[in-house]
């Protein structure tokens, strides 16, 4: 009953945009590698073109991230039982702490 109460307030949470634990970044680069979630969507979340869209730096809202995660469009489905609200907050930690990349007009190549 009580691990029960404790799901029920992680998914709460995770909906209203709070994660109930506080989100592990390095665990959410460890699980977005091991789930393949790069084959599409890149090492960094930078996107592949038609394969996967770009989601870091700076991604969706975790609740809208987890959603997608849960009922996305085009891709399968991540469930709970594939991955925990948890580990959703921790991939999410990482996406949100990449940076940015360099402007064009700042890359030497590029800048011509």
């Keep these: 009953m009580r691990m029960r109460l404790i799901a029920a307030a992680a998914s709460l949470a995770l909906l209203a945009g709070a994660p109930a634990h506080a989100a592990d970044a390095q ?18 979340g930078a996107g592949g073109g038609a394969a996967g869209p770009k989601i870091a ?3 969706l809202p975790l609740a809208a991230f987890a959603r997608q995660l849960r009922h996305p ?15 959703v907050a921790d991939i ?3 996406l949100s702490s990449l940076p940015a990349g360099k402007a064009p ?7 011509k």
């Design 27 to 44: 665990n959410g680069r460890k699980l977005f590698m091991e789930h393949v979630c790069y084959s599409c969507h890149g090492t960094t």
């Design 92 to 94: 999410h930690a990482w």
């Design 73 to 87: 469009n085009r891709m399968p489905p991540y469930t709970e039982k594939l991955l925990t609200d948890a580990e």
């Design 57 to 59: 730096p700076g991604p």
């Design 105 to 111: 007009s700042q890359i030497p190549l590029l800048a």
